[in-house]
C-alpha cells in the first residue's frame, strides 16, 4: 500500500520555474518505477517523466527534455520534478504516480513504462499554469 501526495504546483510565467514534490508513504518506496503525469484541459493523461529503483533510469518525454529534471530523495521518500523554461502548453494538471511492480534490474529489453495502465498508484494532482 502507498500513498502519494503532490505538491508545488502554482502560476508562472512563460520561461519561469517551478519544483514539484510527490511524498510517498505508507511503505519505503525502493523497488519499481515512480512518474509524473499530465493532463491539460480537454485531453488525455500523458506520460511526463520517471525514475525507477534500486538502479536510477530516467525517461522523460522528448517535449520536456532540456527542461524539466527528475529526481529522487531516499532520506525524504520523495520523487521531484524541475520544471525550468516553462511554456503555456506545459499547463496541466500533475500526477504522481508509482509502478511498483517494475524491475529496474531486468534484461536489455527492458523498459521504463510509459503507460498509464502500469501504474498502480496515483496522486490526487497539483494544477501547473503558465501564462504567456
Known amino acids: 500500500q502507498v500513498q502519494l501526495v503532490e505538491s508545488g504546483g502554482g502560476l508562472v510565467q512563460a520561461g519561469g520555474s517551478l519544483r514539484l514534490s510527490c511524498a510517498a508513504s505508507?511503505?519505503?518506496?525502493?523497488?519499481?518505477?515512480m512518474g509524473w503525469f499530465r493532463q491539460a484541459p480537454g485531453k488525455g493523461r500523458e506520460f511526463v517523466a520517471a525514475?525507477?529503483?534500486?538502479?536510477?533510469?530516467?525517461d522523460l518525454v522528448d517535449s520536456v527534455k532540456g527542461r524539466f529534471t527528475i529526481s529522487r530523495d531516499d532520506a525524504k521518500n520523495t520523487v521531484s520534478l524541475q520544471m525550468n523554461s516553462l511554456k503555456p502548453e506545459d499547463t496541466a494538471v500533475y500526477y504522481c504516480a508509482a509502478d511498483t511492480r517494475a524491475d529496474t534490474s531486468g534484461g536489455r529489453l527492458w523498459v521504463v513504462p510509459r503507460g498509464i495502465d502500469d501504474y498502480d498508484y496515483w496522486g490526487q494532482g497539483t494544477q501547473v499554469t503558465v501564462s504567456s
Open positions: 505508507g511503505r519505503t518506496f525502493r523497488r519499481g518505477v
Open positions: 525514475i525507477g529503483w534500486p538502479r536510477g533510469v530516467t
